[in-house]
Nanobody, 121 residues
């Protein structure tokens, strides 16, 4: 099994930047795809970004293209989400997920507990 823990959440002013981390442990997980999802108050959980651990493929939601960047450091078993030019609409709980197949749907095997991002206007 794989255990995921997000960190790096908090408060940030609109236009600012924040970096989220997703630390993985517990088994053989380096080949797994890693994704970020978010859920804002009153809204459904939505896809943000994803990448394949052992490849160069990445995928982004249209709402974050050009602002967010997903990457990983397999030696540290950690994935990251660099968030720039943050907007109030980015306010949400952000979740890290992992699974054998990259998808924009919530069909991932492992999930973290989430970390709160609050962007002030």
């Amino acid at each position: 099994q794989v255990h995921l823990v997000e960190s790096g959440g908090g408060w940030v002013q609109a236009g600012g930047s924040l970096r989220l981390s997703c630390a993985a442990s517990g088994g053989t997980f380096s080949p797994l795809a890693v994704a970020w999802f978010r859920q804002a108050p009153g809204k459904e959980r939505e896809f943000v970004a994803a990448t394949i651990w052992s490849g160069r493929s990445t995928n982004y939601a249209d709402s974050v293209k050009g602002r967010f960047t997903i990457c990983r450091d397999n030696a540290k078993n950690t994935a990251y989400l660099q968030m720039n030019s943050l907007e109030p609409n980015d306010t949400a709980v952000y979740y890290c997920a992992a699974g054998p197949i990259l998808t924009t749907k919530s069909q991932y095997t492992y999930w973290g507990q989430g970390t709160q991002i609050t962007v002030s206007s």
